[in-house]
């Protein structure tokens, strides 16, 4: 089988210091940063959209200054995209 011989190909060539399973958790972890960072840049513009609704109710004027959570949200995602 093809992953036999790669799992020993890796094996011969990093021993020990480096499990098979290493790139597997690499991986992991590379895609669970990204999805909880984009998670939270999805929240954090979905509440950000509530409030310009609310501040657009009650307070017009104002609807420029609430935008900056949107960007800001939206620069965690981004973030998170670059750490991954």
């Known amino acids: 089988?093809?992953?036999m011989q790669a799992a020993q190909m890796v094996s011969e060539v990093f021993g020990e210091a480096c499990p098979a399973s290493a790139p597997f958790f690499g991986?992991?972890?590379a895609a669970a940063a990204l999805i909880f960072a984009n998670l939270g840049a999805a929240y954090g513009t979905a509440k950000s959209g509530v409030g310009i609704c609310s501040m657009g109710v009650?307070?017009?004027g104002l609807i420029m200054k609430s935008i900056i959570p949107v960007?800001?949200?939206g620069g965690v995602g981004i973030y998170g995209f670059i750490i991954a």
Do not use: E, K, R
Request: glycine share 8%.
């Open 71 to 73: 960007v800001m949200a």
């Open 27 to 29: 991986y992991m972890g």
């Open 1 to 3: 089988s093809a992953i």
């Open 58 to 60: 009650m307070h017009p």
